[in-house]
């Protein structure tokens, strides 16, 4: 006969390569035997949860929390529960408790400053985040936590702390800023379409063809539109930013407004209204792939429409973010510079499945950065883009689907390497 040991040794096994009803069984056992036993209670609350059993498993520890009560992770399993249920100021008081029991639980931190931030006490999130990234500096998941929170905070007061304002940049006459056209009200030719949709594109093939097809359906009898995608040349990690930035130095003058799309993310209803007034609107507020809602408030990715001006005001995007992630959120932060505030809109997007891209560290480096005030914004973006044209054909040829409306465009571009 094992030993209850064993047999809890058995369970973790079973429970780490994830059999789980072989995990509950063994812990069930263990029970039996010792119904005291307060690790088994726990481990069980924790397959409980992960079956999905959530209610289920809060009673089980609170079993385990009434015979150790002083044990750290005990507390931190309670509270992830708790999250899951919409349970957060409960949640909230559970991980107090772990790091209060145990100070040295870096992943007690870590939930800790998740939880205040669905909260949005991000003020008390960033210094959980802080303490989490002490016992763990490493962690890709703290840092990106921080720089959220940070940018969090700046949506909460409207305001951008450290980065001087356009104006203020164009007085001091030594800093490059963006381009400027005297006088645009009078220069300004006559726009073609309504609504310029610029989309960054590589190795999509099948959601380019739903999206194009989509889209000349959703708009029919609405906007006047024009669908560019550019395509990044084969070779270097995806630059979505300076594509975007091409797209709009090549038609600047096409259009009043651009939406700057993803090619997986489809309008379904009015909810996705793209007419603005004066402000940028963050349009997909309820995009399928974010659960129905924004992943953080200070968030623009998937779709976001903005003027010409906005766009010209910040520089663009900038040009350095080679890999996954984290060009909006500087984005978001030169729109703050310059004055700019945008809308959040709930519109109901269905988002198409893809492998989902991994966050580079290097583009979290470089926003963090950016927010220590360590990179001028005014000297990267439009200012200082640089690319080749290698092809530029409609859209219809390129996907072979003369159903597609003729005079949208495709344009191939080579972005150069990585400084």
């Not at 307060?38 to 498993?57: M, P, T």
């Not at 356009?166 to 005297?182: C, I, L």
């Amino acid at each position: 006969m094992n030993t209850l040991s064993e047999k809890l040794q058995a369970g973790l096994s079973h429970h780490q390569a994830g059999r789980l009803h072989e995990a509950e069984s063994a812990y069930r056992e263990v029970l039996q035997r010792a119904p005291d036993h307060a690790d088994a209670w726990h481990l069980l609350g924790a397959v409980a949860c992960q079956a999905g059993r959530v209610e289920e498993s809060v009673e089980y520890l609170h079993r385990a929390i009434a015979l150790s009560p002083d044990v750290g992770i005990f507390h931190n399993s309670l509270g992830n529960a708790l999250q899951l249920l919409g349970r957060i100021d409960a949640a909230i008081d559970c991980y107090r408790r772990a790091v209060a029991c145990q100070a040295d639980l870096a992943e007690a931190h870590k939930n800790l400053g998740q939880t205040l931030s669905i909260a949005r006490r991000f003020g008390e999130a960033a210094e959980s985040f802080q303490q989490a990234l002490k016992l763990r500096p490493d962690d890709p998941e703290v840092q990106r936590s921080l720089l959220n929170v940070a940018l969090n905070e700046v949506v909460r007061t409207q305001r951008p702390p450290e980065l001087p304002s356009v104006a203020d940049s164009h007085a001091e006459g030594d800093v490059a800023g963006p381009p400027q056209t005297p006088d645009h009200a009078a220069a300004e030719p006559a726009a073609r379409y309504d609504l310029v949709i610029l989309v960054p594109y590589r190795d999509r093939l099948d959601h380019l063809r739903q999206f194009s097809s989509h889209m000349d359906r959703f708009f029919r009898g609405k906007l006047s539109f024009r669908i560019v995608v550019v395509e990044q040349a084969p070779g270097t990690p995806f630059n979505r930013g300076k594509l975007l930035n091409v797209g709009f130095r090549l038609h600047r003058d096409e259009a009043p407004v651009f939406a700057l799309h993803d090619v997986d993310t489809l309008p379904q209803d009015e909810s996705c209204d793209y007419r603005i007034a004066d402000r940028p609107i963050h349009l997909a507020g309820r995009a399928s792939k974010y659960g129905g809602q924004l992943p953080y408030p200070a968030f623009l990715g998937a779709v976001f429409v903005l003027r010409r001006e906005h766009f010209e005001a910040a520089n663009g995007f900038s040009n350095l973010y080679w890999g996954w992630g984290r060009e909006d959120d500087e984005f978001a932060r030169r729109l703050w510079a310059s004055g700019i505030t945008w809308e959040n809109r709930p519109g109901r997007y269905q988002s198409l499945e893809h492998p989902p891209g991994d966050l580079s560290s290097r583009n979290d480096a470089r926003l963090l950065e950016f927010l220590r005030g360590e990179r001028d914004w005014r000297r990267d973006g439009l200012c200082s883009l640089d690319f080749e044209i290698i092809r530029s054909i409609t859209l219809q040829e390129f996907l072979d689907a003369p159903m597609v409306a003729a005079h949208h465009q495709l344009i191939t571009v080579d972005l150069g390497h990585p400084g």
